[in-house]
C-alpha cells in the first residue's frame, strides 16, 4: 500500500465486542467466581453490560452486584487469581467471531493495511483468543490492557501504534464498538468507526460521535473505500 501521508494506511481493532463475542465465556468465568465466594450467579446477559474497562472493572461490577457494596483494593486482589483461573479454563470455549470479521481482516491485510489489535482484556488472554480464531497473522501488533501504563480510554496505546510505525494521525483508524474506543481515538486525533452491535454498556455507539457508525463489520471495507482524503 501507498502510504499517502493523508490516508488511512494503518487499523487498530478492539477485540471484545469487535471482533469477537467472548461474553458467553467471560460470563461463566464471572459466574463460577462469585459462586466461589458464596454469591448468587449473575446473567449473561449483565456481563455483556460491564465488559470494556479490562478485567479487574469487570470483576468489581459483579462484585459491587453480588454484594452491594463496592469492592475494595484488598477484596480484588483476592478476587482476581481466582477470576483468571477460572476465564483461563473458559477462553474460546463458547466465544465465537461476529459475522464477516475473518473475510473483512482477511482482505484489508491483502490490500495492504497495517493491523493491530488494541484491546482492554488482559495480553495473557487476548493472544491466545486471537490464535483460537487464527488471526494472529495478520496483526502486527496486539496490545493488552496490561502491556502499556495505561490503556483505553486513554489514547496511549493508540499514541504508541502512530510513534511505533512512523504514522501521522491522519493515517490511523480505531475500529470499535464502545464509547472507550471513540474516546481513545478523539485524544489521540485519529479517525474512529464504531460498531452497534457489540458491548456499549446499552448506548448508542453514535452518542460517542465517532466518524461513522457501522451496523456489520464488513461495512468497514465500503467506508475505507470512500473515506475523505483529509479527515
Known amino acids: 500500500m501507498n502510504h499517502q501521508p493523508n490516508r488511512i494506511c494503518a487499523i487498530a481493532f478492539d477485540l471484545d465486542g469487535t471482533l469477537v463475542d467472548s461474553v ?3 460470563a461463566v468465568a464471572v459466574q463460577e467466581t462469585l459462586a466461589s465466594l458464596g454469591f448468587d450467579k449473575c446473567t449473561e446477559q449483565q456481563v455483556r453490560g460491564w465488559v470494556g474497562n479490562g478485567a479487574k472493572k469487570l470483576m468489581a461490577r459483579a462484585l459491587f452486584w453480588a454484594s452491594g457494596k463496592e469492592a475494595d483494593s484488598q477484596q480484588l486482589q483476592q478476587v482476581m487469581p481466582i477470576f483468571m483461573d477460572n476465564y483461563q479454563r473458559y477462553l474460546h470455549q ?5 459475522a464477516g470479521v475473518a473475510e473483512t481482516i482477511a482482505e ?3 490490500q495492504g493495511y497495517k493491523m493491530a489489535v488494541v484491546t482492554n482484556k488482559p495480553y495473557q488472554f487476548a493472544v491466545p ?5 487464527e488471526l494472529q497473522s495478520y496483526f502486527e501488533l496486539i496490545l493488552g490492557g496490561d ?4 490503556m483505553k480510554p486513554d489514547p496511549m496505546p493508540l499514541q504508541y501504534l502512530i510513534e511505533r510505525w512512523g504514522l501521522s494521525e491522519a493515517q490511523m483508524l480505531m475500529v470499535g464498538d464502545s464509547k ?10 485519529i479517525a ?3 460498531l452497534t452491535y457489540g458491548y456499549n454498556y446499552g448506548e448508542d455507539i453514535g452518542l460517542a460521535e465517532p466518524n ?7 461495512q468497514v471495507l465500503s467506508w475505507l473505500a470512500t473515506e475523505p482524503v483529509t479527515l
Open 180 to 189: 472507550n474506543d471513540i474516546i481513545a481515538a478523539k485524544s489521540a486525533g
Open 147 to 150: 502491556t502499556l501504563a495505561k
Open 94 to 98: 463458547h466465544s465465537r467471531l461476529y
Open 212 to 218: 461513522a457508525v457501522c451496523q456489520q463489520f464488513n
Open 24 to 26: 458467553p465465556d467471560l
Open 192 to 194: 474512529s468507526i464504531g
Open 108 to 110: 484489508l491485510h491483502k
Open 129 to 133: 483468543l486471537i490464535e483460537a480464531f
